[in-house]
Nanobody, 121 residues
Framework: VQLQASGGGLVQAGGSLRLSCAAS????????MAWFRQAPGKEREFVST???????SYADFVKGRFTISRDNAKNTVYLQMNSLKPEDTAVYYCAASFRNMILTAAGYSSWGQGTLVTVSS
C-alpha cells in the first residue's frame, strides 16, 4: 500500500489549501480514508474521515471549514481547507483503513508520508 500526500504549503490566515492523497496497492473504493495532523510537540490528531459509502466525520475544530471528499476513479482523497488559522499549522497525513469511521490513529495501518501546512498570521 502506498499513499502519497501532496498540496501542503504556506498560506496566510483566512486562506485555503486543498490536500490530495493518491493511493495505490489497495482496492481504494472499499477503504475508508482519513486525514490526521501533527503539530510540533503534539500528538497526531484526527481531522476527518470518509467511508466507502462517502459518509464523513470531522473533528470539531474543523467543522464548517474543512471538507473531505474522494474520487474513486482516481484513487484519491482530498481535504479542502478553508478559513485556515495559524493553529492549523501541522504536518497532515492521510491514512487508509478497511474499517469505517475510525477516529483514532491506532485504527489505521497504512499511512502516507505527510505534507506540511503552514498558516501565517
Amino acid at each position: 500500500v502506498q499513499l502519497q500526500a501532496s498540496g501542503g504549503g504556506l498560506v496566510q490566515a483566512g486562506g485555503s489549501l486543498r490536500l490530495s492523497c493518491a493511493a495505490s496497492g489497495i482496492s481504494f473504493s472499499i477503504y475508508a480514508m482519513a486525514w490526521f495532523r501533527q503539530a510540533p510537540g503534539k500528538e497526531r490528531e484526527f481531522v476527518s474521515t470518509i467511508g466507502p459509502g462517502r459518509s464523513t466525520s470531522y473533528a470539531d475544530f474543523v467543522k464548517g471549514r474543512f471538507t473531505i471528499s474522494r474520487d474513486n476513479a482516481k484513487n484519491t482523497v482530498y481535504l479542502q481547507m478553508n478559513s485556515l488559522k495559524p493553529e492549523d499549522t501541522a504536518v497532515y497525513y492521510c491514512a487508509a483503513s478497511f474499517r469505517n469511521m475510525i477516529l483514532t490513529a491506532a485504527g489505521y495501518s497504512s499511512w502516507g508520508q505527510g505534507t506540511l501546512v503552514t498558516v501565517s498570521s
